[in-house]
Nanobody, 127 residues
Framework: QVQLVESGGGSVQAGESLRLSCEASGLTANTYCMGWFRQAPGKEREGVAAIDVFGLTSYTDSVKGRFTILKDNVTNTLYLQMNSLRPEDTAMYFC?????????????????????WGPGTQVTVSS
């Protein structure tokens, strides 16, 4: 049984940093494209970043240069290092895994068919 469990969310001030973690069990992280999505109240779910089986990363434009996605294939853990946080980054953050995409654009395109999702962790950034 596949499980993804996020942690590391919290409340911070603008300009501060957070590091999200996603522990994966029941799958081998280096055989899946894994990514982070976020959803703010009243808004659509948004793809944030992805890392493919070769370690290649991709990001949505609004987080480029501020966020870094990392994956530890030994511990099956996905990370999202978030620096220079802004109030508009406030959202519930979800990790996801699929074998049917390689980039964040690919994951966005098939997000309704992504089989594995975590329950989410809340990030709140105040100004």
């Amino acid at each position: 049984q596949v499980q993804l469990v996020e942690s590391g969310g919290g409340s911070v001030q603008a300009g501060e940093s957070l590091r999200l973690s996603c522990e994966a069990s029941g799958l081998t992280a280096n055989t899946y494209c894994m990514g982070w999505f976020r959803q703010a109240p009243g808004k659509e779910r948004e793809g944030v970043a992805a890392i493919d089986v070769f370690g290649l990363t991709s990001y949505t434009d609004s987080v480029k240069g501020r966020f870094t996605i990392l994956k530890d294939n030994v511990t099956n853990t996905l990370y999202l290092q978030m620096n220079s946080l802004r109030p508009e980054d406030t959202a519930m953050y979800f990790c996801a895994a699929t074998a049917d995409a390689r980039t964040i654009r690919g994951m966005i395109a098939i997000q309704d068919r992504i089989p594995y999702w975590g329950p989410g962790t809340q990030v709140t950034v105040s100004s």
